[in-house]
T-cell receptor, first 110, second 115 residues
Framework: DAKTTQPTSMDCAEGRAANLPCNHS???????VYWYRQIHSQGPQYIIH???NNETNEMASLIITEDRKSSTLILPHATLRDTAVYYCIVTHQRGNKLVFGAGTILRVKS | DTAVSQTPKYLVTQMGNDKSIKCEQNLGHDTMYWYKQDSKKFLKIMFS???????INETVPNRFSPKSPDKAHLNLHINSLELGDSAVYFC??????????????FGPGTRLTVL
């Protein structure tokens, strides 16, 4: 599975959009980009995934560049409850084997 | 209703003991997993079972043995516990569906402390 690179931490003001970048320059054609998050003392939670098109669901939007070498997770209106570690994972379609990196610590501040 | 549950939530034990962590999912999923999150917060997959059969087995010491009595349960047995086994263990499950992505649902975790 391709490796990913994410910033160690980011801050975001409550109510503003949080944009979390992820680099995955070695991604192969059949690999998907998945995002999970882990709120303190809880298990990870699925957010969204995509192949090459932009995706949106009730939690977030995923923007994947045309060359697929990077992506951005967007939380449109961050709240304090969105403070968590966000993991960008590249894996094959089934998403069975998730390889978690260090992730990005997102701190939403009032 | 809790989708993926684990017991116990906390487990404190002495080196050399044998312990088990239980996991149950009520989602009707076919696949279950065990992950380990160490003190540095890195989360690593240990095992994956699909319909009671082992499909992923990462480099994990033989002291760790998953047991799946039915597809709703995947228990983790650990023999001869060592200090380095101290971690948070997460169980997860997903629906195995051909051609579809498998969103994994995680349990709340079991914090194991070996003294």
């Amino acid at each position: 599975d391709a490796k990913t690179t994410q910033p160690t931490s980011m801050d975001c003001a409550e109510g503003r959009a949080a944009n979390l970048p992820c680099n995955h320059s070695t991604i192969s054609g059949n690999e998907y980009v998945y995002w999970y998050r882990q709120i303190h003392s809880q298990g990870p939670q699925y957010i969204i995934h995509g192949l090459k098109n932009n995706e949106t669901n009730e939690m977030a939007s995923l923007i994947i560049t045309e060359d697929r070498k990077s992506s951005t997770l967007i939380l449109p209106h961050a709240t304090l409850r969105d403070t968590a570690v966000y993991y960008c994972i590249v894996t094959h379609q089934r998403g069975n084997k998730l390889v978690f990196g260090a992730g990005t610590i997102l701190r939403v501040k009032s | 209703d809790t989708a993926v549950s684990q017991t116990p939530k906390y487990l404190v034990t002495q080196m050399g003991n044998d312990k088990s962590i239980k996991c149950e999912q009520n989602l009707g999923h076919d696949t279950m997993y065990w992950y380990k999150q160490d003190s540095k917060k890195f989360l690593k997959i240990m095992f994956s079972y699909n319909n009671k059969e082992l499909i992923i087995n990462e480099t994990v010491p033989n002291r760790f043995s998953p047991k799946s009595p039915d597809k709703a349960h995947l228990n983790l047995h650990i023999n001869s516990l060592e200090l380095g086994d101290s971690a948070v263990y997460f169980c997860a499950s997903s629906q195995e569906a051909s051609g579809a992505h498998n969103e994994q649902f995680f349990g709340p975790g079991t914090r194991l402390t070996v003294l």
